[in-house]
């Protein structure tokens, strides 16, 4: 992920269409890779995400939801082995969600708990 922050820095507005394509993939894969579908080191990023972003069309038509549902239930699976002590994936996602279902688990506050992203 660091070699893609030093490599292609942010476009400016006498960037190329070409500059800002390649500018807004590598945002793209920096929130793939750093918060949504992130490993444990949330340094690296897998290829396969690479490959749907080649034609930005098609990658709006892509199921992100579940694939990020898909990443967080595979690692929330891997963490049941008896050798793993991390999780990777979206883990705000997760606490999200149990706060939601789980108002015990919520801390005690004087204001309500709000989630601007969820309710987007």
């Known amino acids: 992920m660091g070699w893609l922050r030093d490599t292609f820095l942010e476009s400016g507005n006498d960037s190329t269409e070409l500059e800002r394509t390649r500018y807004d993939r590598t945002y793209i894969l920096e929130m793939i890779g750093g918060y949504l579908m992130s490993d444990l080191s949330q340094n690296l990023v897998h ?3 690479l490959l749907k972003l080649v034609d930005f069309k098609v990658a709006g038509e892509f199921s992100w939801e579940s694939a990020v549902l898909a990443t967080l239930y595979r ?3 891997g963490a049941t082995l008896p050798n793993k002590a991390k999780i990777g994936g ?6 999200s969600w149990a706060r939601f279902h789980f108002p015990f ?3 005690r506050v ?3 708990c709000t ?3 969820i309710k987007r």
């Open 47 to 49: 290829l396969r995400w």
């Open 115 to 117: 989630f601007p992203l």
């Open 105 to 107: 688990l919520r801390p």
């Open 90 to 95: 979206c883990l705000s996602l997760l606490q």
């Open 75 to 77: 690692e929330m699976c």
């Open 110 to 112: 004087n204001h309500p």
